[in-house]
């Protein structure tokens, strides 16, 4: 088992950057595949990045590449998102997610996450 807690979020201006981090505990972090989903009201979670567990192979959804960059220090059993650019669309609760994969493999679906953190609101005004 383990236990995420995503931090960083707040409100910030359009064109403006956050790093969102998203601390684990409880198993070896290396065993973990990693993703960044968000949610914004009304609308369903979305996938925002991945990386796999020690190849730090990465992912992203169209709507974010180019501007978001997810990685992660094994050492420290984190994972981040830096978040440049930032748009009012952008706007949502980011949740981090982890579930035991390959060492290269990427998960992309919201149904393959087994382990989930409790969010970080971002806010992005414009």
């Known amino acids: 088992q383990v236990q995420l807690v995503e931090s960083g979020g707040g409100l910030v201006q359009a064109g403006g950057s956050l790093r969102l981090s998203c601390a684990a505990s409880g198993r070896t972090f290396s065993d973990y595949a990693m993703g960044w989903f968000r949610q914004a009201p009304g609308k369903e979670r979305e996938f925002v990045a991945a990386i796999s567990p020690s190849d730090y192979r990465t992912y992203y959804a169209d709507s974010v590449k180019g501007r978001f960059t997810i990685s992660r220090d094994n050492a420290k059993n984190t994972v981040y998102l830096q978040m440049n650019s930032l748009k009012p669309e952008d706007t949502a609760v980011y949740y981090c997610?982890?579930?035991?994969?390959?060492?290269?493999?990427?998960?992309?679906?919201?149904?393959?996450?087994?382990?989930w953190g409790q969010g970080t609101q971002v806010t992005v005004s414009s």
């Open positions: 997610a982890a579930n035991v994969a390959d060492r290269w493999a990427l998960r992309i679906g919201r149904y393959e996450y087994a382990h």
